[in-house]
């Protein structure tokens, strides 16, 4: 089990000392904010298979964790809403890493009249052990990182960050899912496991495992394709897809009927009323589509009425839902 952690610390201390461009696609735009200036490196060292934080998350001065410091790009972004002094705090393994980090934000401050280093406090830790005191952070966030650990290690992280959130506080993720069966000779493989490719899991039972640790909300922002692991490139017969998916995991309470999920489903209510109420919280305005957790759509198709449409997923969710 050590041998591929220390993959892992082995690869982002060359990637620190020499960026890779190449080493990880980006499937998102970066911010574009007035008076944001991020630095050429920071820019060549956005490692990640998406976004994580939506700035709607960032609302009041809110206490930011990010596990996997990279280039800061994302910490310089996140400081842009929070100007205080250690208001977002800066996780990584590798001391190379956070070095090269250090810079890139001093190269920031010089580059950002509006920001200074001292709101950033980089840490050496790692998600397993995260070095931050119980229910003190409002929104926590990792970009293509659970993706490495096995089952009992994921476990621990995703119990490390409940942990440290706040009541209502939000754990944002982007990682590689994949609903394809994975080789065991690729999920063993240490360095493709370091990429943060063959640990890739199916979504319900990357979601399964979110929820298992006390995660009452899930809401899926966006699902993209992200990468192919092919037979000329790869030891597989078969291609593989392995897409990228944006997750906010809530710490709310797990509801008696079990959390709610959000997949990006709406309901349409069209019939002779001006509106429906389901006597369950959701009421569904005429011709007015609703953003609907899984639970919810389940239940309303269960009243087998003609005049609600009830969409698929589409693996995207941008709030004003129903729970």
Not at 207 to 222: K, L, N, P, Q
Not at 226 to 248: A, G, M, Q, W
Not at 258 to 270: M, Q
Request: hydrophobic residues 35%.
């Amino acid at each position: 089990m050590e041998n591929y952690l220390d993959t892992v610390k082995n690869l982002y201390k060359q990637v620190a000392v020499n960026p890779d461009k190449g080493l990880c696609c980006t499937t998102t735009p970066i911010w574009q904010l007035p008076e944001l200036s991020i630095p050429k490196k920071m820019l060549d060292m956005n490692y990640g298979c998406g976004s994580t934080v939506n700035p709607r998350d960032l609302i009041n001065n809110p206490k930011i964790l990010y596990v996997g410091v990279g280039g800061g790009m994302e910490l310089l972004q996140f400081s842009y809403f929070n100007r205080n002094e250690n208001a977002v705090i800066g996780i990584d393994p590798v001391e190379e890493m956070l070095a090269v980090c250090k810079e890139n934000l001093n190269d920031a401050e010089e580059e950002n009249k509006w920001f200074k280093s001292e709101f950033i406090n980089l840490k050496l830790g790692d998600a397993l052990r995260l070095p931050v005191e119980d229910e003190s952070i409002d929104v926590a966030a990792q970009n293509c990182l659970f993706n490495i650990f096995h089952k009992n290690e994921l476990e621990i992280a995703l119990k490390e960050m409940y942990r440290v959130l706040k009541p209502h506080g939000r754990l944002t993720l982007s990682d590689p899912v994949s609903e394809f069966p994975m080789p065991d000779n690729l999920k063993n493989d240490e360095r493709l496991r370091a990429l943060c490719l063959s640990g890739a899991i199916p979504l319900q039972k990357y979601i399964d495992r979110i929820t298992s640790v006390g995660f009452g909300t899930i809401e899926i922002r966006a699902k993209r394709p992200y990468r192919i692991l092919d037979p000329f490139h790869y030891d597989t017969d078969k291609n593989i897809l392995i897409e990228s998916v944006e997750i906010c995991a809530i710490k709310d309470p797990i509801p008696k009927d079990g959390p709610c999920l959000f997949t990006g489903k709406s309901a349409i209510y069209f019939g002779k009323e001006d509106a429906f109420d389901d006597k369950n919280g959701h009421l569904l305005i005429k011709n007015q589509p609703l953003s609907i957790c899984d639970k919810t759509a389940a239940a309303i198709k269960n009243l087998g009425r003609d005049d609600i449409y009830i969409s698929e997923s589409t693996y995207f969710y941008d709030g004003g839902g129903c729970c």
